[in-house]
């Protein structure tokens, strides 16, 4: 089946200080992936929808200068959290979707795990 | 506004014994239904979907769910537990109202299978 992955798995940073987090489809294009946000013991709520070539399409009440998407090619898409604080600590997790027969079928990413000291 | 809900926060089965995690939808068109699992620290795996079809769904590691057109309801299944079930579980809906096919996921339901 078709793979994401995502890194790093973990990063831990200090306040003040931006990180990026990669998402890569491995076998397959994607021209649309997905940014989702959880927090603990909590659903998945989506942040933005990132298209390759454009600009990201953001949810309501997520702040696009904050985290920051791009989406440069096919199989990579980035969320930069800049200037980060602890409330930004959370579980974050990409998603792409595939070309199924269907067009209706995500696959995940691991997640990456930030925490903002 | 398309929506899901799943009424338990946990499921608690034993081990070989059947097990069903609930699941309601609201939505205004053909409903695309997805059911996803969790381990801990990892992201989600995608178990099953109903788009068009049979109304019972099989799908990865042995689960089923059942689609109930009369009651919104597309509840997970397995004739019997692992304690490798252990997860939690997400059902979903593709979002009609967005353009790229995002999904609206439920609050999640936690499954504790004990040998």
Known sequence: GAVVSQHPSWVI??????VKIECRSLDFQATTMFWYRQFPKQSLM???????????????GVEKDKFLINHASLTLSTLTVTSAHPE?????ICSARA?????????????TRLTVL | AQSVAQPEDQVNVAEGNPLTVKCTY?????????????YPNRGLQFLLKYITGDNLVKGS???????????TSFHL?????????????FCAVRDYGGSQGNLIFGKGTKLSVKP
């Not at chain 2, 609201?26 to 969790?38: A, I, M, T």
């Open chain 1, 13 to 18: 940073c200090k306040s003040g200080t931006s």
């Open chain 1, 46 to 60: 989506l942040m933005a929808t990132s298209n390759e070539g454009s600009k990201a399409t953001y949810e309501q």
């Open chain 1, 88 to 92: 930004d600590s959370s579980f974050y």
């Open chain 1, 99 to 111: 070309p199924t027969g269907d067009g209706n079928e995500q696959f995940f990413g691991p997640g």
């Open chain 2, 26 to 38: 609201s939505v205004s068109g053909n409903p695309y239904l997805f059911w996803y699992v969790q």
């Open chain 2, 61 to 71: 590691y042995g689960f089923e769910a059942e689609f109930n057109k009369s009651q």
């Open chain 2, 77 to 89: 299944k397995k004739p019997s537990a692992l304690v490798s079930d252990s997860a939690l579980y």
